[in-house]
């Protein structure tokens, strides 16, 4: 597609259960980025992917968040055993990616995000 | 540790003012920054990106500043309109680091 695609757009899940968030990233940009915004907050960094390296995972919160990224494409962020505080937007972004490792310059392209409820 | 600020306040002007936003940080040394508008419901777009050798830069009706002795950016909208009502994001980033970190943002409302 032209943009970042992300699914599903909102997810309501109970307590205990486990979500998987899917971000399908531009053809072509081989950095992807898995970003968290809660009410009223500004974005917390979650993890990061650059085509075949080892992803930076230091932002995810807790061993309950993992991401995938198959192929170099789609990702799919997974929380398990949620819990309340997990109930936030999840924002994917993609970019062309780096040179000899360094971020590019260039902007992120965002999706629409997926706004997760957990009750 | 690295701290983004921006003015959490909302910030209300009147239709064709000048809005100017307030982005400021510490223990970085970016060699770039970026500024992003998001809207409620939807992802940051990017809008600007000025580098550290850069005082300055225009895109039609929009100004960012770069001043790395003060260490901050300032983000202008000129003939400002209620369609710039949204809220406004700086990221300030090193040149080796491979994370964008985004300040809180300021919402902005454009009055008529």
């Known amino acids: 597609g032209a943009g970042v695609s992300q699914s599903p757009s909102n997810k309501v899940t109970e307590k205990g259960k486990d979500v998987e968030l899917r971000c399908d990233p531009i053809?072509?940009?081989?950095?992807l980025y898995w970003y968290r915004q809660s009410l009223g907050q500004g974005l917390e960094f979650l993890i990061y992917f650059q085509g075949n390296s080892a992803p930076d995972k230091s932002g995810l919160p807790s061993d309950r968040f993992s991401a995938e990224r198959t192929g170099g494409s789609v990702s799919t962020l997974t929380i398990q055993r949620t819990q309340q505080e997990d109930s936030a937007v999840y924002l994917c972004?993609?970019?062309?990616?780096?040179?000899?490792?360094?971020?590019?310059?260039?902007?992120?392209?965002f999706g629409e995000g997926s706004r997760l409820t957990v009750l | 540790s690295q701290k983004i600020e921006q003015n959490s306040e909302a910030l209300n002007i009147q239709e064709g003012k000048t809005a100017t936003l307030t982005c400021n940080y510490t223990?970085?040394?970016?060699?770039?920054l970026q500024w992003y508008r998001q809207d409620p419901g939807r992802g940051p777009v990017f809008l600007l990106l000025?580098?550290?050798?850069?005082k300055e830069k225009r895109k039609e009706r929009l100004k960012v500043t770069f001043d790395t002795t003060l260490k901050q950016s300032l983000f202008h909208i000129t003939a400002s309109q209620p369609a710039d009502s949204a809220t406004y994001l700086c990221?300030?980033?090193?040149?080796?680091?491979?994370?964008?970190?985004f300040g809180t943002g300021t919402q902005l409302k454009v009055e008529l």
């Open positions: 990221a300030p980033v090193t040149g080796g680091g491979n994370k964008l970190t």
């Open positions: 972004a993609s970019t062309p990616g780096t040179h000899s490792g360094r971020l590019n310059t260039g902007e992120l392209f």
């Open positions: 053809s072509g940009h081989t950095a």
């Open positions: 223990n970085y040394s970016p060699a770039y």
């Open positions: 000025i580098r550290e050798n850069e």
